[in-house]
């Protein structure tokens, strides 16, 4: 679910994992999917999209984002 431990070296403008890839916040998954961040928070809660906790803040690796909007699209095809 949300637990892994991750580190990540963030600027104003972009925040990277120790793999180098990009996080992501609640509110840029939020656009990505079309969805509310209220919803992104729930899919993440609720172990639906992969995510982690650092406070109260969400991130979101772009690759896992990238990989559960793959799935939702061949659910349809």
Same mark, same amino acid.
């Given at each position: 679910?949300?637990?892994q431990?991750q ?6 403008? =972009? ?5 180098? *890839?990009?996080l ?5 998954v939020?656009?990505?999917? *079309?969805?509310t961040a209220?919803?992104?928070?729930y899919?993440?809660?609720?172990g ?9 803040l969400w991130?979101?690796?772009? =690759? *896992?984002?990238?990989?559960y ?9």
């Amino acid at each position: 679910m949300g637990t892994q431990s991750q580190s990540c070296a963030c600027t104003p403008m =972009s925040c990277f994992n120790a793999d180098g *890839d990009r996080l992501l916040r609640t509110t840029g998954v939020a656009h990505r999917l *079309d969805r509310t961040a209220r919803m992104v928070r729930y899919l993440a809660e609720t172990g639906l999209i992969p995510g982690f906790k650092r406070g109260k803040l969400w991130f979101f690796r772009e =690759s *896992d984002v990238i990989r559960y909007v793959r799935e939702r699209e061949a659910e349809y095809v």
